[in-house]
């Protein structure tokens, strides 16, 4: 089993910065890639951005693209999230995400992903 504990919400001012993080622990010698969602109030759960633990290689949501990066540390088994001019639209529940292998989908969807977090909320204000 795979734990997911997530960080770093909450509230912040339209144009300010949060970083977010994730701590993975329990059976983590196995990992493909991790990742960001988020679910607003209301919508469905979206992808935002998504990393490969070996290559490092990133995919990101066209929402996320020029404003977050992220980021990852092999060695402690954490995935960070810079999230910054932030907009009231990035509002929503921000979910971490873990894939121990290659299920074949592409890490920008939900199946490919084995673990999920708890969620930690971000509410940006106008």
Avoid: H
Wanted: with cysteine.
């Amino acid at each position: 089993q795979v734990q997911l504990v997530e960080s770093g919400g909450g509230l912040v001012q339209a144009g300010g910065s949060l970083r977010l993080s994730c701590a993975a622990s329990g059976r983590t010698f196995i990992i493909y890639g991790m990742g960001w969602f988020r679910q607003a109030p209301g919508k469905e759960r979206e992808f935002v951005a998504a990393i490969t633990w070996s290559s490092g290689t990133t995919t990101y949501a066209n929402s996320a693209k020029g404003r977050f990066t992220i980021s990852r540390d092999n060695a402690k088994n954490t995935m960070d999230l810079q999230m910054n001019s932030l907009k009231p639209d990035d509002t929503a529940v921000y979910y971490c995400a873990l894939a121990q292998r290659n299920r074949g989908r592409a890490l920008l969807e939900g199946q490919a992903y084995d673990s999920w977090g708890q969620g930690t909320p971000v509410t940006v204000s106008s």
